[in-house]
């Protein structure tokens, strides 16, 4: 797997000098699809906005495909490359129809109107918003507007997406909807590292968590192996996933599937408890 952004290091305090992060170290491949978890104001948010080089950290550097990003160039570079999907769609949206919110990016690239045009199209037909493009985005649910945000990022053709509380204020069919979405994304080569601290959306859809607490990270690992640390949880304010929990209380009385691989969505683990029944 080729990695493509590496954090070394990094710290950074805001002008009240709260230290938001404190010598932060973490990298991301291709085709990662990676939970940032832990409690509010654990650093998660502020590691994002490093991330993608709206923040520079005062200590530390950064890297995207192995080059430092030390000057302006390099910034913009990184802000192409690294997409941030805010918590609140109202945050990021600017623009007074779908369409020309999604072309804002490109246009700002300054790219031939065709090319534009052809990013506009693909971005809207991937989150399925064609049908609003004429539309005020403002005006628009909570789930669309969320997709709207995600076409922005990907009419940019950034290589990952980082999505902060991606399922904030979303009801349980546009989260389903959304989590459907980054899979297709992921598995179509983009790299997707979402912030939250709803461990049952990060457990269904990632395969690797990064925990932090105090804005440090105090765990990088397969998210069962970070879900099976009672003191780590304890220690970043956080809890089992419902699925996580259920299988392991069903394990106590089926002892042959101890070593079985955990389910993960509910599906999953109705198809282990039909197959318990057989």
Known sequence: MNELL??????????????????VSASFGEGELVAILGSNGAGKSTFFLCCNGVLRPQNGKIFYKGNEISSKKDIHTLRQAV??????????????????????????????????????????????????RDQAPHHLSGGEKKRVSIA??????SEIILLDEPTASLDPQNTKTLIDILNELNQAGITIIISSHDVDFAYCIAQRAIVFAQGEIIADADINEVFAQEKLLEKAGLKKPLIYEAFESVKTHFPDIQNTQKPRTIKEFKKYMDDLSI
């Open 6 to 23: 590496r954090m070394e290091n990094i710290s950074y305090h805001y002008e009240n000098k709260h230290l938001a992060l404190h010598n």
């Open 83 to 132: 997409g941030l999907v805010f918590q609140e769609a109202d945050t990021q949206i600017i623009a007074g129809t779908v369409e020309s919110e999604v072309s804002f990016g490109p246009m700002n690239l300054r790219l031939p109107s065709d090319e534009v045009s052809f990013r506009v199209e693909n971005s809207l037909a991937q989150m399925d918003i064609s049908r609003y």
């Open 152 to 157: 922005d990022i990907l009419a940019m053709q």
